[in-house]
């Protein structure tokens, strides 16, 4: 199975789930801008890979097989279903993905690896024969 589309998105995933902040001496919560500084980068990293395909993806709506690569920079702990969340709701938004439901997504592979001080996500999309 060859992939149909790849994507590399520098930098390290951080978890949409935690972008929520609480501070605890005026009990507050506020947004913590990393996850938004990530995903501004991140679609203009999208956008200018899509626009130098020659096959363009373009809200797939039928199977597809997707692997997630991520290369971490450092040994922090991370967890990859949490940054595999952030992935999925990128390719919705840059309108790759017509949706993440298993009907569409029906194989999500993720990997890990350590690639000290170049961190990224390697995104392989794989059309599937319907089943």
Same mark, same amino acid.
């Given at each position: *199975? &060859?992939?149909?589309?790849? @994507?590399?998105?520098?930098?390290?995933?951080? %978890? $949409?789930?935690?972008?929520?902040?609480?501070?605890?001496?005026?009990?507050?919560?506020? $947004?913590? !801008?990393?996850? $938004?500084? +990530?995903?501004?980068? !991140?679609?203009?990293?999208?956008?200018?890979?899509?626009? #130098? *395909?020659?096959?363009?993806?373009? *809200?797939?709506?039928?199977?597809?097989? /997707?692997?997630?690569?991520?290369?971490?920079?450092?040994?922090? #702990?991370?967890? !990859?279903?949490? &940054? %595999?969340?952030? =992935?999925?709701?990128? @390719?919705?938004? %840059?309108?790759? @993905? %017509?949706?993440? #439901? +298993?009907?569409?997504? #029906?194989?999500?592979? =993720?990997?890990?690896?350590?690639?000290?001080?170049? !961190?990224?996500?390697? /995104?392989?999309?794989?059309?599937?024969?319907?089943?």
């Amino acid at each position: *199975m &060859q992939e149909d589309y790849k @994507l590399i998105i520098e930098g390290e995933t951080p %978890a $949409k789930k935690n972008v929520n902040k609480f501070n605890t001496k005026t009990k507050t919560v506020y $947004k913590d !801008s990393h996850y $938004k500084n +990530w995903y501004e980068g !991140s679609m203009l990293q999208v956008r200018g890979q899509l626009a #130098r *395909m020659e096959k363009r993806p373009h *809200m797939i709506d039928t199977p597809v097989a /997707i692997s997630l690569l991520f290369f971490h920079g450092d040994n922090v #702990r991370r967890d !990859s279903d949490n &940054q %595999a969340s952030s =992935i999925m709701d990128l @390719l919705q938004d %840059a309108e790759i @993905l %017509a949706d993440d #439901r +298993w009907q569409i997504v #029906r194989i999500l592979n =993720i990997y890990n690896h350590y690639d000290k001080g170049h !961190s990224r996500c390697e /995104i392989n999309i794989t059309h599937l024969e319907e089943l």
